[in-house]
Structures are given as C-alpha cells and as structure tokens.
C-alpha cells in the first residue's frame, strides 16, 4: 500500500512537471501579391531579350530614349532601366532632353508575362458533393495524391528597337522582332520535391537546395549567357578619375625679353690695369690735319707713345706727298681699331 502511494506522488508530480514546461508557439508567414518565381522569370526573360539587340551601330553617338510605347508593360521601369543599362554599355551617350541627342531610339513590347505548364499522374484533388436533404456542411475536399507531377514555368518577352535621326526623321536602323524565354521546372516523384531546374536557377536543386553544378544545357534550352554585354557581371567602362575636373594648368611666367648678343672686345684684367702707367691717351688727328700745310707751318709735336704701342711690330715708312717740300717731316697718318 505504502509503495502504490509513492507511485502515485511520482506521477502527480511528473505529470504536473511536464504541465509547467509545456509551451506553444505560432509562426506567422506572409506571401507578396507576386511569387519570387515569377519576377525572376520576367526578369531574366527581360535580359535575355535585351542582350540580344545589337547597338553596335549607334555606339559613340547621342541617343535619346523614347519610352512612351512601353506605358502598360508589366515592369516597366526594370525594363527602361535595362534598355538604358545597354545603351550606355555599348557606348551610346544617353541624353535626357530629346532635342539634345542627334538620334531618337524608340522601343515597344510585343508581349511581357509568364506561363505555367501543369502535369500529374496520381488522383486529382476532388471536392466531395454535399448532400440535400441532410443538414448542411462544409464542403469536403480530397488532396491530390500524386504519383509523380511536373510543373513548367517560363517567361516571354517580345522586344523591337528601332531608331531615326531626330532633325530630319530619317531611318537609322531597326533590331527587328527579338524573342526570348526564360523556364522554370519542378518534379515531385511520389511526393518528394521539387527538384528544380531551369535559366532562373544555378544547375539542379532539391527543395530550393543546389544538388550539382550540371552545365551541359539540353536540346532546345535556353543558353544562361549569350553572346552580347553580359548585364548580370559586374564591369567598368571608364574609370571615374578620367571624368573628373582636371585642375587647373599653372600660371606660365612672363616671357623674358630678347637681349640681341654683341661683340666686347675683351678687357685686360684689373690687376694689369692698376699696375700700368698711366699715359695719355694719342689723339685721333681730325681730318684737318690731315691737309698739307705750307712750309711756314711749325713741325708736328711728336707724342709719346705708351709701352703697349712701343711693343707692336714696326710699321712701313709713310709715303711722301708731292705737297710736301723737302726736308719736311711728314704727319703722323690716322689708324684705326679694327672692330
């Protein structure tokens, strides 16, 4: 007896244990008005068709872009922004005002959405009908039970460019209709999935987890990259520092004036100056001078000459001038410096 009322306390007290630490909790989850799914297949749909329109032609002109057809495009402005992005990296210079371009590039959209493929093979998800005559009852409904199920998502978009000079309207070049889709593809086999595969995801995944690198693109898929500018990697066209202000050039200082070089005969040093005599210096005769004179006329002074001039080479006897009587001394003749 005694031991059946211990058993009976230990399970009192486990059992009001177990009451104490027991909990609940509630995960509250909301979904957008649009799947992730289906953005990314318009996006990618969008890239890939404007990767495929080649601009080539209008590359270092200015462009301006005319988006006024594109009003009820499902995302719109992704894709004016990518239209710019690919204008701008082909080397176009995208304009804001149209009178400031030289060329006017004007796109439409034939056709921007997704589409859903749904395959099952098991039992369809049925509603159980409701009986008249007995009291009324929510409708009953039986889940699918799916042996094995596929389902196929893909995006569509439809571009055409086309462009024409703006000052006399004439036709420049067109891209022609440009047609791209992108796919998304889930498997259940007997309940286990999705496996997912598709342009929209990196290789095969399993419930959203990536399985394998599978790079080997089936018949008929859509590549991942085409052979255009690559707007998914990241790139520089021109770095920012090249289109900064440059400073301004320096101040280039003031011509010098042109000095015109001339002759100086060379000048005998200080000392040698200092240390000479110093001598009259001979007068030059004046024209006058050198005129006969009568016999009347007093002798010519004779002048002392300086030691430089007593050190030159001996010079020929003067000439006698039929002027002259006889046994008169005649004038000293004028010399010259050479230049």
Known sequence: MHWQLVQLVAAILVTATALAITGCGT???????????????VSDAIDRAVQSV??????????????????????????ISTLRQHLLANGCQLRDQRDQADFIVEARAGAVGTDRNDLLFGVPSTNVPQILPVQPVPAAVIPEIPIAKRRDQKG??????????????????????????????????????????????????????????DEVQQDGAVPRRLPAVDLTRKSTFTPPRRLAKAPPPATTPPEQPVVQATHQDSQPPADAAATAPSQPAAATPSVAESLPVSSTAQPPVTVAQPEAAKAEPPQPPAAQSVYTPAGTTPLPQPRFNSP
């Not at 995960?27 to 297949?41: G, H, K, M, P, V």
């Not at 067109?174 to 598709?198: K, M, T």
């Open 27 to 41: 995960t509250r989850s909301t979904d957008t008005n649009r799947t992730a799914t289906e953005q990314l297949l």
């Open 54 to 79: 080649d601009v080539n032609i209008l590359s270092g002109q200015s462009v301006f872009l005319d988006d006024s057809r594109l009003g009820e495009v499902v995302d719109r402005n992704y894709l």
């Open 156 to 213: 569509i978009a439809k571009l055409a460019v086309f462009a024409y000079h703006r000052e006399t309207g004439t036709p420049v070049w067109q891209s022609g209709l440009v047609h791209q889709e992108s796919s998304a593809n889930d498997v259940w086999i007997l309940g286990a999935g999705p496996f997912q595969r598709g342009s929209i995801y990196d290789g095969t995944a399993f419930a959203g987890k990536k399985l394998g690198n």
